[in-house]
């Protein structure tokens, strides 16, 4: 379902590039992409030029060589995700998109059109809307999601436990996320593998507009059912729900928590193993006690949170932001990774953040991400689980061996493989 302009029909013309770049001062030839081989080999290496060459704030491409406004420094990310009246959600104020530089087939548009669901609003229809996500997702989760992420997570172990090695991105992490919102969705478990897949495609940015009506595909299909047969899940609990969600804001809504729940939690989960097995301190710790799991988990959300870049707000009104004049409609992405590290706030990296939650990989603000709680529910349990299963669960190849890719919004581990005593397949 792509979105469309509330003011109608866009005009056909495309203006001459040139014109497009918000920082015409920079030049449309000089800007720096965020997609590509360079972006998707060493995302950190682009923000750390970047904030060298512009500031807390720099102009660059997304797909299609279209321009916005990174922001790369903490304070200025505060900024722009505590100020909604400045910084708006609302697409359809975004200046390319009104002048028709954006096209429908963009994958830009299933990340950043607007659409009628909590993200694309702010003010009161927000907070009308997102009482129901938040409402129905604590429903959720008092309904035993612990007991089903432990169900999964034995289920795909057991594929593998008798090998006495596996990858734990492709065979556990990837897909295991997907599998437990299923059953929260009231989707059959055949489901979760396409789901997986096509989300994957879409925050990629790979056939990102077909990959998105699959989705909307399944979930519509889900709420004409739940009409029908409602039971004890989350479409169920957003068809009935007292903000009175129409069809087109239930469907949304279903597509904008199975994305970004699936997406996030399993490039959480798989950063989380990676973390605990390249340095046995912390997995010899975490077994004894001596670490909590959360203090793991707040390192991880620092150093590489699962969204690197959050997908757009919009200048509701000319302003200036680190140095940099913006202007009215233009769009700006969210650097949680670059704002995480930004030496104004953290001059030495290495130095330990455990205990400290002020981290940007939730976002923060009136979009402070509704689904955390249950995304390291997940991620803690998918863990305990696999650290009981595996005896001598360890690294199987060098650390530097590690290696990731990235796409405009995230970087994901490619590979994990691991070694282990070999156990029966039956649990």
């Known amino acids: 379902m792509n979105a469309q302009p509330a003011e109608g029909p866009r005009p056909e013309a495309r203006p001459d590039p040139a014109t497009r770049c918000p920082a015409r001062s920079a030049g449309a030839g ?8 360079e972006a998707s080999a060493d995302p950190q290496g682009i923000y750390s030029r970047l ?6 704030v720099a102009p660059v491409l997304l797909e299609g060589d279209v321009h916005a406004w990174l922001v790369l420094g903490y304070r200025e990310n ?3 995700l505590d100020n909604p009246s400045q910084f708006s959600r609302d697409a359809r104020i975004w200046r390319d998109w009104k002048e028709g530089r954006i096209e429908e087939t963009s994958p830009l548009v299933p990340m950043l059109a607007w659409r009628p669901d909590c993200v694309s609003q702010d003010g009161e229809p927000h907070r009308r809307l997102r009482g129901a996500v938040t409402d129905n997702l604590q429903q959720a989760a008092s309904r035993g999601i612990r007991r089903h992420v432990t169900h999964f997570a034995n289920k795909q172990i057991s594929a593998f436990a008798a090998d006495g090695h596996a990858d734990l991105v492709p065979q556990f992490a990837e897909y295991l996320p997907m599998l437990v ?9 055949d489901e979760g593998l396409r789901l997986a897949t096509s989300c994957a495609k879409l925050i990629k940015g790979e056939d990102a507009v077909a990959h998105d009506g699959r989705i909307m595909e399944v979930l519509g299909a889900l709420a004409e059912r739940k009409r029908q047969e409602p039971g004890a899940d989350f479409a169920t609990g957003l068809l009935g729900h007292e903000a009175g969600l129409d069809e087109s804001e239930i469907h949304s809504h279903l597509r904008l928590v199975l994305i970004t729940a699936h997406t996030t939690t399993s490039n959480l989960l798989a950063r989380v193993l990676e973390r605990i097995l390249v340095d046995p301190s912390h997995l010899t710790d975490l077994v004894s006690g001596q670490v909590s799991f959360s203090a793991v988990v707040e390192e991880v959300l620092w150093n590489t949170p699962p969204l690197a870049v959050d997908p757009g707000r919009f200048a509701t009104t000319d302003t200036e932001l680190g140095g940099q004049h913006i202007k009215a409609g233009d769009l700006l992405v969210l650097g949680l990774a670059a704002g995480n590290v930004d030496p104004e706030i953290r001059p030495h990296a290495a130095v330990s953040v455990r205990g400290n939650q002020a981290h940007l990989a939730f976002g923060a603000g009136p979009h402070e991400c509704p689904a955390q709680g249950m995304g390291q529910a997940i ?9 009981h299963r595996l005896p001598a669960l360890r690294l199987a190849v060098p650390p530097e061996k590690l290696t990731s890719t990235a796409s405009t919004w995230e970087a994901r581990l490619d590979s994990l493989p691991v070694a282990f005593t070999p156990q029966p397949a039956a649990h």
């Open 30 to 37: 000089s800007l720096t992409r965020l997609y590509g081989p």
């Open 51 to 56: 904030r060298k060459q512009f500031g807390p």
């Open 78 to 80: 505060r900024r722009v």
């Open 181 to 189: 919102l299923t059953r929260l969705f009231g989707l059959p478990e």
């Open 379 to 387: 991620v803690e349990t998918a863990v305990d689980v696999l650290l």
